[in-house]
């Protein structure tokens, strides 16, 4: 119960300070006060303020050291051991916004929800909206258990779900982008121009036919390592392989298509890896010569769908192609299952044996 303690001022009149104390474990976690004309309005304080006090987690959200969501985000992208680039910038961009000026406490769902109104009345497409949002829920569903932090998780989910049925956010839609032939004679010629021009430039066209004919992601082809070869039986060790449940530790084997083991062998060993080059470096790269080729909408993940695609249209059952791939679901090889067998469109491609030299 608060307490009500009479003092006289200086003018002569009374004020009544209302205290309010609450213990746990014999120690005082909060403590406040409130000083009133009239014992009558002291009371009705107490009353008001224990009340408060007495719902579900109160003390903890007044206890919480006082943050702004930029504040949360620095922690978030600071602490966490793995970030992808893509989130990473996301979240960057959010603190530009006014919601993360907020006070943590005080953003509700009607506050998340104006955050992602005024991403799509910026231009931005549902799809991109909904991604905003998901990076933004992951420092939500974090925030309380790891810094003490009151953002309010609940607030999170319940505007992602009217955001939803607004169709102000959306999932984005699976790309279905292959290179035509034509496109990857282009970019090869492209490419093999430039390394006569510049032999020390990273070697595109290896990179690109390795893509295709691996199936593998950008990051894994820059991150496979000579050890991780195992030549005899024609597959290759990826070291943390994308996984929406498992960040660290995904090492899957995958089997090496021969076109694949051929472009490996023609690599040198200069480096313990066996394309010694950054994700950046070969992104921009693919970037700018399809730019400059005047190809559009094409994107080097692309390589990778064109490659399991490939496996398809040769005849790879759906457990075939993921054991190239390395999908562990099975699911997710269901898109391809419409396409026809109709034989390797790489048959007698001019490219591999010029990126095997």
Sequence with gaps: MGTISARK???GSTGYTAQILRKKGGKIVWRESKTFDKEREAKAWIRFRESELD?????ERATAKSSTLADVIDLYTTEKREI???KAQCLRSIKEY???SMDCSAIKASDISAFAREL?????KPQTVGNYVSHLSAVFKDARALWNVPLDYQAMRDAQAALSRQSTISKSAKRDRRPTLAELDLIMRHFVDRQARAPQSSPMHKIVAFATYSTRRQEEVVSIRWDDLDEAHSRVLVRDMKHPGQKKG???WVELPPEALRII???PKKSERIFPYSVDAVSAAFTRACQFLEIDNLHFH???HEGVSRLFEMGRTIPLAASVSGHRSWSSLQRYSHLREVGDKFAGWKWLDIACQ
């Design 9 to 11: 001022r200086q003018d």
């Design 55 to 59: 719902q579900p987690g109160a003390i």
């Design 84 to 86: 992808g680039r893509t």
């Design 98 to 100: 006014t919601i993360a």
């Design 120 to 124: 799509l009345n910026g231009g931005r």
């Design 250 to 252: 995904n090492d899957v």
């Design 265 to 267: 062998k023609a690599m």
């Design 302 to 304: 692309d390589l990778r």
